[in-house]
């Protein structure tokens, strides 16, 4: 593991294209955007009125206008490690504040670990876990703190690349991962299960993505060559849409 800023919290740096691309229209528009409006479709039953979202791994603070806009909440919590990242959402979270369409959300930045939320208990009713468990060393005591900072039935939207994609030779050469602790969809799904959350079938999305399928970018498929068959694949992106047990 390496560690880059002065602190005992594990992790590993991500490389400066790694830094850049979450910048980019693709990561904005085919990633992020797409994944929300999924986990948003898998949500069972109404929200809270102007619900509180914690924004777990928010990373430059892209996700802030798209989540403000998609659920209306009274307020959003973005945390991150990276501070270069923090200073990069803090100027997202200003422009929301200036935007009409999402100047009626709150948004506050906070500089923490995922596996130390510096929030109090039962304070969220969504966690918003796009994208960030893979980076993280700690990932069992990552969820027990989503788990603690969600109310009674809150939920944890969860959007995550699986090892098929995390180990394949592309994404091993242009990005940086704890590579030991990279989990299957359904080891990602069973580490939520059993750290105190519950769903249905009918809650989980498992993605077919051009930018997922790193051996291609399915362009096989695209061009008429290659179909991959039901049940035979191996699942690049997992979505769930979770609910706190009591």
């Known amino acids: 593991m390496q560690n880059t800023e002065t602190s ?13 691309f979450l910048r980019t229209h693709t990561w904005e528009h085919h990633v992020l955007r797409v994944a929300i409006n999924d986990l948003k479709r898998l949500i069972d039953g ?34 991150d490690f990276h501070e270069p990242s923090l200073a990069l959402a803090t100027q ?15 948004i506050e930045v906070l500089h923490g670990d995922c596996a130390n939320l510096p929030l109090g208990d039962a304070c969220a009713d969504i966690v918003f876990c796009h994208q960030t468990l893979h980076h993280l060393v700690e990932q069992e005591r990552a969820l027990a703190e989503f788990r603690r900072v969600l109310k009674p039935g809150g939920v944890l939207l969860f959007a995550e690349s699986t090892d098929a994609y995390i180990k394949s030779w592309v994404i091993r050469l242009l990005f940086r991962h704890p590579m030991d602790v990279q989990k ?6 069973d580490m939520i299960r059993n750290r105190g959350f519950s769903f249905e079938p009918r809650n989980v999305s498992l993605p077919y993505l051009w930018w997922s399928r790193a051996k291609d970018f399915g362009l096989l498929e695209r061009i008429g060559l290659y179909t991959p068959k039901p049940g035979k694949r191996r699942e690049t992106l997992v979505n769930v849409a979770a609910v706190k047990t009591l």
């Open 8 to 20: 005992s919290v594990p992790f590993v740096s991500e490389t400066r294209f790694g830094v850049w």
């Open 46 to 79: 109404p929200l809270p009125v102007r619900p509180t979202i914690v924004d777990v791994g928010c990373g430059q603070g892209i996700s802030f206008r798209l989540l403000a806009k998609a659920f209306e909440p009274r307020s959003i919590v973005g945390i």
């Open 92 to 106: 997202a979270a200003r422009a929301c504040g200036q935007h009409p369409d999402t100047s009626t959300t709150h």
């Open 184 to 189: 299957s969809a359904d080891g990602y799904l």
